[in-house]
């Protein structure tokens, strides 16, 4: 089954623990991006890669890391997270950049105390 | 910079009638694509339907229709014979040469 996993769905955490998201798909897409999702302002991308090793900021990517070492993972990895960084969480995969077929993980939904 | 517009925070609808979603654009890309999303409250994307820019038809999927008026930049999205189960947020997107955006969404309530 096509399909795009997120790991954990769920975590509460403190201010300043370092923590990672992770994000895997099984379609063999080039393209991958992280977006957060909050009240009143939709899905913002955090950073998007066209490829292993190419990624590149999206619209909020302060205080967030991403990196791309295999063509299958994507992992959203804060540093140092803060009470704003609470937030929906969603990761998505597609063929290419400009691909109609755009497949979203379940979502993450992370609390920062 | 690619921008997406829905100015209905909210709708109600009663069941079995036809509803229709706002969603205007802006993009300077010649050739892009345009997106509607279902999010239920479980939380989960869900994908419903796709119109480029360059289709001569305004594309249909089931009860699900997209009004394309590209002279307007508009990609409304016609939900006919809506269900309960059509409760959800709805959200608009564009692509192009930059990555997926998004509009703020719309809350659609069926009721009974």
């Known amino acids: 089954e096509a399909q795009v996993t997120q790991n954990p769905r769920y975590l509460i955490t403190v201010t300043g623990k370092k923590l990672t998201v992770t994000c895997s798909q099984n379609?063999?897409?080039?393209?991958m991006s992280w977006y957060r999702q909050d009240p009143g302002l939709g899905l913002r991308q955090i950073y998007y890669?066209?490829?292993?090793?190419?990624?590149d900021k999206g619209d909020v990517p302060e205080g967030y890391k991403v990196s791309r070492k295999e063509k299958r993972n994507f992992p959203l990895i804060l540093e140092s997270p803060s009470p704003n960084q609470t937030s929906l969480y969603f990761c998505?995969?597609?063929?290419?950049?400009?691909?109609?077929?755009?497949?979203f993980g379940p979502g993450t939904r992370l609390t920062v105390t | 910079a690619q921008k997406i517009t829905q100015t209905q925070p909210g709708m109600f609808v009663q069941e079995k009638e036809a509803v229709t979603l706002d969603c205007t654009y802006d993009?300077?890309?010649?050739?892009?694509?345009l997106f509607w999303y279902k999010q239920p409250s479980s939380g989960e994307m869900i994908f419903l339907i796709y119109?480029?820019?360059?289709?001569?038809q305004n594309a249909t999927e089931g009860r699900y229709s997209l009004n394309f008026q590209k002279a307007r930049k508009s990609a409304n999205l016609v939900i006919s014979a809506s269900q309960l189960g059509d409760s959800a947020m709805y959200f608009c997107?564009?692509?192009?040469?930059?990555?997926?955006?998004f509009g703020k969404g719309t809350r659609l309530s069926v009721i009974a």
């Open positions: 998505a995969s597609s063929r290419d950049r400009r691909s109609y077929e755009q497949y």
């Open positions: 379609m063999n897409h080039e393209y």
């Open positions: 890669s066209m490829n292993v090793e190419v990624t």
């Open positions: 993009t300077s890309d010649p050739s892009y694509g």
């Open positions: 119109q480029g820019s360059y289709d001569q």
């Open positions: 997107a564009i692509s192009g040469n930059t990555p997926l955006v």
